[in-house]
């Protein structure tokens, strides 16, 4: 009689389920060659699979049998998303589950070296999101650029920043274009962490996104899931609306525009570099130009064919995340462990998985490591080596 895996956590089979983008039950089963309602089982905890049913998985999912066996980083904070929907589901999920594997790969790393501190001042001072308003929100962002000694111009890379303030920052493709970002609270480390999308990305857009994750940061970290859920629109608007305080302040961005036209923004765009759609639906915000003429401006940019791409979107290069890359190269240079140890004691997931989540080259886990080579110094008899430190003159004797 074969008996189950001690240990084995059902839920972490419909993590990688998630993380592979394997829809439903089925699909695995036929992969596996085992019934539907066996894998049902193993998800609901019903039963474990078997060592060899575990090994089945292991191979099939591209993951350690250790995998199934850790536990899961869970937190009772919701993770941000931009959208919710039934047809986003399976996207949601695999969002869901990359964050949850980089804030594993950020908890194993930081048993070895030391990450910035987490540098997020209590804007809200006690009070509720649900308490905040538009001018509250202008404030806050002129509060967050004071404390981080930004000044009131352009804000630079926003990786940069987010890395420098003690946010972990990584890079996934989503496979959608609906899917831009994503915020979540690691409970263990009390760190928010954030993931970028890399699909047709430009730097102003990157901006923006990594703005708005960062407003959730600042105003939502005490949001719970049912509020998330329930408030979706407002909380949103909430952090798209700092985001565009935070990129463009209202105390030296609108006074730079002479004339509200494309040509005006697009000049903008090269000092800013925030996006033409984000400018207009900056100054609608501000009411500084009509509704009116805002849907004017809407329907040129669109008619441009801007929708897609906007002029200079490929004049800068995308920034990527450096922390957790460094660490890593910090960990193996160093000596502490070998990619191989890493592997295979530490993380539980693929090295592609890693690579991707980190911002390693491909192939980095691959790449044969250098060797320390300890040099040797020419030996000579001693006699010589006593000359050579030249000769000494005694100092004659004070009378």
Known sequence: MRVGTPGFVPARLSEVRAARRIKTQKQLAEALGVVSSTVSRWEKGEIAPDAEALSALSGSLGVRREFFLRPLFESARPMFHRQLSNTLAGDIRYQHSQMKWLQEVSSILQHYVDFPPVDIPDVL??????????????????????????????????????????????????????????????????????????????????????????????????????????????????????????????????????????????????????????????????????????????????????????????????????????????????????????????????????????SLPEGWFLEKEGELVQLKTRETSHSKRVESLGTVVPFRRQK
Not at 179 to 198: F, K, N, Q
Not at 236 to 244: T, V
Not at 297 to 314: C, Q
Request: glycine residues 6%; contains cysteine; hydrophobic residues 40%.
């Open 125 to 358: 001072k006690g009070a509720s999101w649900k308490q905040l308003r538009e001018d509250d929100i202008e404030r806050i962002a002129l509060e967050l650029r004071h404390h981080w000694n930004m000044g009131e111009g352009p804000c630079g890379d926003i990786v940069g920043l987010l890395e420098r303030i003690g946010i972990i920052v990584g890079t996934i493709e989503m496979g959608t274009s609906r899917l831009d970002g994503l915020c979540g609270w690691s409970v263990e480390e009390e760190r928010p962490h954030i993931l970028l999308a890399t699909d047709k990305m430009s730097f102003p857009r990157r901006q923006m996104d990594g703005a708005h994750e960062l407003a959730h940061a600042v105003l939502h970290k005490n949001v719970t899931p049912e509020e998330f859920e329930t408030n979706i629109k407002e909380i949103e608007a909430q952090a798209f609306r700092l985001a565009s305080a935070f990129l463009m302040p209202s105390t030296t961005y609108p006074h730079e525009v002479a004339r509200p036209s494309l040509s005006s923004f697009l000049s903008l765009k090269e000092r800013w570099r925030v996006s033409i759609k984000a400018q207009i639906h900056r100054l609608a915000d501000l009411e500084i130009i009509p509704a009116g003429y805002v849907t004017d401006l809407y329907k040129l940019h669109s008619a441009k064919g801007w929708t897609k791409e906007e002029p200079l979107d490929r004049q800068w290069p995308l920034s990527e995340p450096r922390v957790l890359r460094e660490a890593l190269n910090l960990v193996v240079t160093s000596g502490i462990r070998t990619k191989r140890d890493l592997l295979a004691v530490e993380f539980t997931m693929s090295p592609k998985d890693i690579e991707r989540l980190v």
